[in-house]
C-alpha cells in the first residue's frame, strides 16, 4: 500500500465492514475469470505479486472507491498487460486480438493449472535479526511515493515484537524495480489505544507483519 486511496485502513467516513453471511467464493461468472487469468499470468514471470498490488493502488482515487473487489484486479492486470507489451489499449477495447504480437512467448494451457504452485519468498539473510521476540519498537513514519506494506495508521507508533518470521524478498524495494533486497520480517503487537486512541475497544491488541526497515529501537 502506498499513501493512495488503497491504504483504507483507520480512514473515516467508509463506514462500518459489512459482512456477507455464508459468502461465496466468487459472486459472479466473470470475477472467477478474472482470477483465473491472474493466476494463469504468473507462470511468466513478468512481474511478482507486489507489482501486481502496485498496480491496483495506482488507480485513480474515484476509479478505486467505486470498484469491486475483483474489478480492481482486471483494472491492474489489464494496466501490467499494457505495461509489458502484451497488448494495446486498442485491443483492450475490442476484447480481442488486432495485430501479431510475440509476447508472451509461451501459451498457458488447461492442463498446467494441475502444476500452478506459489512461488517463494523467502530469501538467504545477510545477517542476523536486529530485533527479538519481546523488544519494543517504533514504526517509522515515511510516506513513500511507491509501494509500501506499512500502513498508515501503525507509522509512528510503538509496539513490541511478538515473532521473528524469517528472511523475505522486500515488497517496497520489489515492486518498485530495485530488486529483491531481502529483508527481515517481524510480527508486531500494538495495544488498540495506540493505534485508534482512547476510545479504542479495551483490551484491543492489533498485528501487523513489519519489515525490519519499518521499525526502530526504543
Same mark, same amino acid.
Given at each position: 500500500?502506498?499513501? $493512495?486511496?488503497?491504504?483504507?485502513?483507520?480512514?473515516?467516513?467508509? %463506514?462500518?465492514?459489512?459482512?456477507?453471511?455464508?459468502?461465496?467464493? =466468487?459472486?459472479?461468472?466473470?470475477?472467477?475469470?478474472?482470477?483465473?487469468?491472474?493466476?494463469?499470468?504468473?507462470?511468466?514471470?513478468?512481474?511478482?505479486?507486489?507489482?501486481?498490488?502496485?498496480?491496483?493502488?495506482?488507480?485513480?482515487?474515484?476509479?478505486?472507491?467505486?470498484? $469491486?473487489?475483483?474489478?480492481?484486479?482486471?483494472?491492474?492486470?489489464?494496466?501490467?498487460?499494457?505495461?509489458?507489451?502484451?497488448? *494495446?489499449?486498442?485491443?483492450?477495447?475490442?476484447?480481442?486480438?488486432?495485430?501479431?504480437?510475440?509476447?508472451?512467448?509461451?501459451?498457458?494451457?488447461?492442463?498446467?493449472?494441475?502444476?500452478?504452485?506459489?512461488? $517463494? =519468498?523467502?530469501?538467504?539473510?545477510?545477517?542476523?535479526?536486529?530485533?527479538?521476540?519481546?523488544?519494543?519498537?517504533?514504526?517509522?513514519?515515511?510516506?513513500?511515493?511507491?509501494?509500501?506494506?506499512?500502513?498508515?495508521?501503525?507509522?509512528?507508533?510503538?509496539?513490541?515484537?511478538?515473532?521473528?518470521?524469517?528472511?523475505?524478498?522486500?515488497?517496497?524495494?520489489?515492486?518498485? %524495480?530495485?530488486?529483491?533486497?531481502?529483508?527481515?520480517?517481524? *510480527?508486531?503487537?500494538?495495544?488498540?489505544?495506540?493505534?485508534?486512541?482512547?476510545?479504542?475497544?479495551?483490551?484491543?491488541?492489533?498485528?501487523?507483519?513489519? =519489515?525490519?526497515?519499518?521499525?526502530?529501537?526504543?
Amino acid at each position: 500500500m502506498s499513501n $493512495s486511496i488503497h491504504d483504507m485502513g483507520g480512514m473515516h467516513g467508509f %463506514g462500518p465492514v459489512e459482512e456477507e453471511p455464508n459468502e461465496p467464493v =466468487f459472486h459472479t461468472k466473470w470475477e472467477s475469470r478474472v482470477y483465473a487469468m491472474n493466476r494463469a499470468m504468473g507462470p511468466l514471470r513478468l512481474w511478482t505479486i507486489d507489482e501486481g498490488r502496485a498496480a491496483q493502488e495506482a488507480l485513480h482515487p474515484a476509479v478505486y472507491a467505486n470498484a $469491486s473487489y475483483y474489478q480492481r484486479w482486471l483494472l491492474g492486470l489489464e494496466a501490467r498487460a499494457l505495461q509489458h507489451g502484451l497488448v *494495446t489499449k486498442n485491443e483492450l477495447a475490442a476484447g480481442k486480438a488486432l495485430e501479431e504480437n510475440d509476447r508472451p512467448n509461451r501459451i498457458f494451457k488447461a492442463e498446467d493449472a494441475a502444476n500452478l504452485t506459489r512461488a $517463494s =519468498f523467502d530469501r538467504e539473510p545477510q545477517g542476523e535479526p536486529v530485533f527479538k521476540a519481546g523488544d519494543n519498537v517504533r514504526t517509522l513514519n515515511i510516506n513513500p511515493p511507491g509501494h509500501t506494506r506499512l500502513p498508515r495508521y501503525a507509522r509512528d507508533k510503538i509496539g513490541e515484537v511478538e515473532a521473528v518470521r524469517g528472511c523475505h524478498v522486500f515488497p517496497d524495494s520489489v515492486a518498485n %524495480g530495485k530488486g529483491d533486497d531481502p529483508q527481515w520480517l517481524y *510480527t508486531v503487537v500494538f495495544d488498540g489505544q495506540t493505534l485508534w486512541g482512547a476510545d479504542a475497544e479495551p483490551g484491543l491488541k492489533i498485528s501487523i507483519e513489519a =519489515f525490519e526497515p519499518y521499525i526502530e529501537a526504543i
